[in-house]
């Protein structure tokens, strides 16, 4: 997933990729490691502009996720579906730094950016970082999702469990209460 500078038309480029998220070595290890499965390729629609040394690009990112529920632990598919903008920059100029080699404090419009060097930019890791975002932080299989009931642990989007669900604070509190067989 590369541009060439040079390439990039005034009135600016569109771009269009399906990759598998297998490419990607950290989507690769996401699934490697069980946190979720791509069901389908990464698509990705990008519009590049170039305006002097910045290079923006605007991006949509869609595909399918197979994720656990954080509450019910059920497998569940969602459509991913993420908006993003990238900037990159020629590499900061010499005279930016200090003499002192000590780095220099960005101004608000550095942050964010990507400093590229050469004639060509490959924004791979950059869509990679944006799949990753884009994955919810607790998954859930539906927004009112009951969860497992803290002390039987049974499913209770199936219904009301066994137990009745009451949670035992001090699991001493359960001796105490016991009628113990006379000796
Ligand atoms: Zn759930
Ligand atoms: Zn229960």
Request: proline content about 6%; aromatic content about 6%.
């Amino acid at each position: 997933m590369k541009i060439q500078i040079q390439h990039i038309p005034s009135q600016g480029l569109a771009l269009a990729y399906g990759n598998e998220a297998r490419t990607f070595p950290v989507l690769k290890q996401l699934m490697d490691d069980g946190q979720c499965r791509f069901l389908e390729p990464i698509a990705v629609d990008l519009s590049v502009v170039s305006e002097r040394d910045l290079i923006t690009i605007d991006g949509v990112l869609a595909t399918r996720v197979e994720l656990a529920c954080s509450r019910c632990l059920e497998l569940f598919q969602m459509p991913l579906r993420h908006r993003f903008t990238l900037r990159y920059s020629r590499e900061i100029p010499t005279d930016l730094h200090s003499g002192t080699g000590e780095p220099v404090a960005l101004t608000a419009e550095q942050i964010g950016l990507v400093y590229f060097k050469g004639e060509e930019i490959d924004f791979q890791d950059s869509i990679q970082e944006q799949v990753v975002l884009a994955l919810p932080f607790k998954p859930l299989c539906r927004e009112d999702c009951q969860g497992l009931c803290p002390r039987c642990g049974a499913d209770l989007n199936q219904g009301r469990c066994e137990c009745g669900g009451v949670v035992i604070e001090n699991p001493f509190a359960v001796l105490k209460n016991r009628q113990w067989p006379e000796q």
